[in-house]
Every structure is written in structure tokens, then in C-alpha cells.
């Protein structure tokens, strides 16, 4: 059975699991990541000198002060999670520029999957901060009667983020695929550049909200 799962055609089954193109570029984006980063450690450690290892401590404050502007101090659990979701889709919208090759983010189940990622990352910080009634309580404040407000606003910013990245993503594609067909292969790479530009600035939007949303949440837990 090879019945489509979002709209995408099943390559294969791993038993009940329904294995997807962009399940393939995601997994393979990850490990090229694990590997690259991996690297860069194994540098800073070993080769502090060299300029692998000056990459991988640019990458690193680069992240660490980006998490940190965000959420306006340090937060070291923080800038590992963020950190990754901004190399995740920086990544995938660099992969994407590969000749027979769509970003894994520009698929909604990915995006989705990033978002819904984001939606428990929330609470957990939460309630790592104060503890589960602790954070419950600020749903109730300052009226109980706000809370189906307060559930739905967090749903909605779960879908926003989803379908933003989502519909940058794919709409980028798109035109450079179109243009690839009308006209040849060459006239489209500034519009390449600029759909990796896109990328990049989506994952950074990305990141900073992700930081904003989960630096709130711990601050509700210590002060709420």
C-alpha cells in the first residue's frame, strides 16, 4: 500500500510506520547536522586554534546570543533547544536548493511537527520552573473565566508558526521550480539566493518566537 500521507506518496514501510520524501530529507538533514556539529566539537576540543574550531564558537555565540537577546538572559537548556530548531531549518531550506530536492519545511506535516514540537516545549519549561500547579494557575489569572482565551491563544500561535514557515517555504520553491521551467537552469539562481535567504530569516523568526514563547513560560514559573 503506497497511499498518500499529507498529500505525499509513501516511498516505503518500516512495518506500520509510512516512510515519506520529506521523512527521508528530515532524517538526512538531522544526521548531516549531528555530523557537522559533532565535527565542530570534536575541533574545539582537540584543534582550538584552527578555523573549524573558530566556526563552531561563532555558531555558538551566535545561537547564545540570539536565545538570549529573546528571552533577555541566559538559558543554557534554552539556547540547545532553540539552537537546534534554528539548524534544523536553516539546514532543511539549504538541502532544499539541491537540484531534485524540496525542503523538508516545506511540507505541513514538518512544519506542523516543528510547531506541535514548540506547543509542549511550553509547559515542560513551565512546569520544570514551578511545578504543574504552579504553572496551571497562571491560566486562571487574573480571571478564571479567561482561560478558554488563554488555551486557545496558546493553539493559535502553535498554527501560526506552522503554517508561516510552511507557506514561506513552499511558496519560495515554487516560484524558482517555475521559473526553472520556463526559462533554464541558470537564470533562476539569484532567485535560489533568495529563497535560501528566505529560509534563513524563517528560521531565525522561528527561533526567536520559539524563545520568546518558552522563556515566558519559565518566567511564569519563577515569578507567577
Known amino acids: ?22 521523512m527521508v530529507t528530515s532524517a538526512v ?50 539556547e540547545v533547544f532553540a539552537g537546534s ?10 538541502l532544499g536548493q539541491l537540484p531534485g530536492i524540496q525542503a523538508p519545511t516545506a511540507n505541513l506535516a514538518a512544519t506542523s511537527a516543528l510547531a506541535v514540537v514548540v506547543f509542549l516545549a511550553v509547559p515542560v519549561a513551565g512546569i520544570r520552573a514551578r511545578g504543574a500547579l504552579g504553572y496551571v494557575k497562571h491560566y486562571f489569572q487574573p480571571n478564571p ?12 500561535r502553535t498554527l501560526a508558526l506552522a503554517l508561516r514557515l510552511f507557506g514561506n517555504m513552499m511558496s519560495g520553491h515554487l516560484i524558482v521550480a517555475l521559473i526553472v521551467a520556463l526559462v533554464g ?18 528560521a531565525y523568526i522561528f527561533t526567536i518566537l520559539t524563545s520568546v514563547y518558552v522563556g515566558a513560560a519559565i518566567r511564569i514559573g519563577e515569578g507567577g
Not at 500500500?1 to 520529506?22: C, D, H, I, K
Not at 473565566?145 to 493559535?156: A, K, R, Y
Not at 537552469?185 to 524563517?202: E, N, S, W
Open 85 to 94: 530548531l534554528f539548524l534544523f531549518i536553516s539546514g532543511a531550506a539549504l
Open 185 to 202: 537552469l541558470l537564470v533562476p539562481v539569484p532567485l535560489m539566493a533568495l529563497d535560501l535567504l528566505i529560509g534563513l530569516l524563517q
Open 29 to 78: 538533514t538531522s544526521l548531516l547536522l549531528v555530523a557537522l556539529g559533532a565535527s565542530l566539537g570534536w575541533a574545539v576540543v582537540r584543534k582550538p586554534s584552527g578555523r573549524w574550531a573558530a566556526a563552531g564558537r561563532l555558531t555558538f555565540r551566535f545561537l547564545q546570543d540570539l536565545v538570549t537577546e529573546a528571552v533577555g538572559r541566559r538559558s543554557p537548556g534554552l
Open 1 to 22: 500500500m503506497n497511499a498518500p500521507v499529507f498529500s505525499e506518496q509513501v516511498l516505503f514501510w518500516l512495518g506500520p510506520v509510512p516512510v515519506t520524501r520529506t
Open 145 to 156: 473565566l479567561l482561560f478558554p482565551l488563554q488555551l486557545i491563544s496558546e493553539l493559535s
